[in-house]
């Protein structure tokens, strides 16, 4: 499932990836923002072949969950 985002167009890979690109509270007006493509980078999401915004997989060793990301 994809999630596109009406405020800013950028387009994610699920709903935990879109919901970590907005920010703000919802109880305060105006105060709701997208983060930028850059910031959302630096919080550990990458851009998949299909141009989506999706959270790195992490990469899978014999003794476990490493938290490195895959490239």
Same mark, same amino acid.
């Given at each position: 499932m994809t999630c596109e985002c009406t405020a800013? #167009?950028?387009i994610f890979g699920s709903v935990s990836s879109f919901d970590m690109h907005r920010v703000g509270k919802y109880t305060i007006p105006d105060t709701r923002k997208c983060l930028s493509e850059k910031v959302l980078i630096e919080k550990g999401l990458i851009k998949n072949?299909? #141009?989506f915004l999706v959270r790195a997989a992490p990469i899978i060793s014999s003794c476990g969950v490493d938290k490195g990301i895959n490239k």
């Open positions: 800013c #167009g950028e072949k299909k #141009g």
